[in-house]
C-alpha cells in the first residue's frame, strides 16, 4: 500500500527576525515575510502557489496577486500542514504555502498577553487564565506521581538553555541556567514559577509543501511527513481541565493523556515507534507538558517522565533532544498561528542538518507535537529525511 503522504514535500521553511516587538509590522505583514522567506528557501515563485493555509490566507493571497488560489483558513500549525498535504495528495493543489504571523497584537502590557485571558463563564469567574489551566495538570500529576518542580526545573533550564545558545532566539544570551534559577523566579501558577512559563513576542513564518515530482529541481533537500494525527477532547480555555476526564468508550485515556491516540496513529502510519525517533520539537507553554507529552507519546510509562528527564535524557547529547531551538520559552511565542508552525520547521531543519543550535547530528526522524493538555488538545507529526 503507498504510504498516504508518499508524494508530498515539505520543501522550503523559514522565520523571520523574531522579536519582543516589531515596530512597524502588523500580523498581517509579517506573515507576508514569512510567506516569501519560505518560497525563496524552497526556490519557488509566488507564481508557483495554488494554495495558501493560515488564518490571513485570503488577505494574503490578495496583497500577492496570488488568485485565483485554494485558501484556508486553518490557524494551527500541524493540522494546517496535514491539510496542506491531503490537497496536494488528493491533486488539488501542486504548491502550498502554509503562513503564520503575529505583531502588534499584545499591546496592554499591564494584563498577560489576550490569547491567555479567560473569556467563558465556567472559566473567567475563576480567574483560572491559561497558566492556572495548565497547572492544574500538571498538580493532579505531582500528587499521583510524586513528580517534583525539580524536575519541572530540569525541562524549563534545559530548554531555556537551547534557546541561550540560538542565535536567532529572542532570548540569545539570557542564561546559562539551571533549576535553581528556575525554582528562584517568582511564582505564576503553583507549581509554575516565572521561568516554568512560555514568553511573549512578534514574528512570522512560512512553510512550502509541493508535489514530490518538483523535488529533483528544488535547490534544498526535502522533508517528509511520515505520520501525523490529532487529538481533542473539547474547545480550548472554555472549561476547567481534569485530567480524568474521559469520551468515547472504546479509548481509555484521559485528558491528562491528550495525544496518545494521535501519536499511536502517527507511528502506525510511519511504520515507526519512540525508539526510532532522534529528535522530539515538542510544544512547551510550559515546563510540565515536556514530561507530559513524553509519557502520552510513550517515551516512558505513566509516571515515570520527572525521572526520565531529570536522567539528562532530553538535554544535548541525550537520547531525545527536546524542543532544540528554544521553542516558546525563549525563541519566540507570537501567537498560535506561528508558534505551533514552528514546531514543524525546527524537525524540517533538525532532518536537513541546518539548525543554527543543538543541531542533532545525522537526525532523520522527528517528532513535533501542538497544544496541551491545559488546553484540551494535542496535535503530532514525524518528519524525515526519507521519501515513505
Known amino acids: 500500500m503507498t504510504h498516504p503522504f508518499h508524494d508530498v514535500a515539505i520543501v522550503g521553511v523559514h522565520n523571520t527576525v ?6 512597524g509590522h502588523d500580523s498581517l505583514s509579517i506573515a507576508i515575510e514569512g510567506a516569501l522567506g519560505a518560497l525563496d528557501d524552497a526556490g519557488l515563485g509566488v507564481a508557483d502557489v495554488d494554495g495558501v493555509i493560515g488564518d490571513r490566507s485570503g488577505e494574503l493571497i490578495y496583497e500577492l496577486r496570488m488568485g485565483p488560489c485554494r485558501r484556508s483558513t486553518s490557524a494551527l500549525g500541524i493540522p494546517a500542514v496535514l491539510e496542506a498535504a491531503a490537497l496536494i495528495t488528493t491533486g488539488q493543489c501542486h504548491v502550498v504555502l502554509v503562513v503564520g504571523g503575529g505583531a502588534g497584537v499584545y499591546t496592554d502590557r499591564q494584563s498577560t498577553a489576550p490569547w491567555t485571558r479567560p473569556t467563558n463563564e465556567f472559566v473567567v469567574g475563576f480567574g483560572m487564565f491559561t497558566a492556572v489551566e495548565f497547572a492544574l495538570m500538571a498538580k493532579r500529576h505531582m500528587l499521583t506521581f510524586g513528580t517534583t518542580p525539580e524536575q519541572l526545573a530540569t525541562v524549563a533550564s534545559t530548554i531555556r538553555n537551547n534557546g541561550h545558545l540560538n542565535p536567532e532566539a529572542v532570548y540569545f544570551g539570557r542564561g546559562p541556567f539551571g533549576p535553581e534559577d528556575i525554582l528562584a523566579s517568582r511564582m505564576i501558577a503553583e507549581p509554575f514559577h516565572l521561568l516554568d512559563c512560555s514568553t511573549t513576542s512578534e514574528g512570522g513564518c512560512g512553510l512550502v509543501l509541493a508535489s514530490a515530482g518538483m ?4 535547490p534544498k533537500p526535502p522533508a517528509w511527513i511520515l505520520g501525523g494525527g490529532s487529538d481533542a ?7 476547567g481541565p481534569i485530567w480524568d476526564f474521559r469520551g468515547r468508550e472504546d479509548q481509555d485515556i484521559p485528558a491528562g493523556y491528550v495525544g496518545r491516540r494521535a501519536a499511536r496513529a502517527a507511528f502506525d502510519t510511519a511504520g515507526l515507534r519512540p525508539a526510532d525517533v532522534d529528535v522530539c520539537e515538542l510544544y512547551d507553554p510550559f515546563s510540565f507538558e515536556i514530561i507530559r507529552q513524553l509519557e502520552a507519546f510513550e517515551f516512558c510509562a505513566d ?6 528527564v531529570a536522567e539528562g535524557t532530553i538535554g544535548p547529547g541525550g537520547r531525545f533532544p527536546v524542543t532544540t531551538d528554544g521553542g516558546t520559552m525563549s525563541f519566540a ?21 541546518t539548525c543554527t543550535s543543538a543541531q542533532v547530528e545525522g537526525a532523520q526522524v522527528a517528532l513535533c507535537s501542538n ?14 529525511g526519507e521519501r515513505p
Do not use: K, N
Not at 18 to 23: F, K, M, V
Not at 215 to 218: A, K
Not at 372 to 377: D, K, N, P, V, Y
Open 215 to 218: 523535488v529533483d529541481d528544488l
Open 333 to 353: 511565542h507570537p501567537g498560535s498561528s506561528t508558534q505551533m508552525l514552528q514546531r514543524v520547521i525546527r524537525s524540517v531543519q533538525q532532518i536537513r542538518g
Open 371 to 384: 497544544g496541551g493538555s491545559g488546553a484540551l488538545f494535542t496535535d503530532v507529526m514525524l518528519v524525515g
Open 303 to 308: 509516571g515515570e517522565g520527572g525521572a526520565f
Open 233 to 239: 477532547y473539547g474547545p480550548s480555555y472554555q472549561h
Open 18 to 23: 523574531q522579536a519582543r516587538t516589531l515596530p
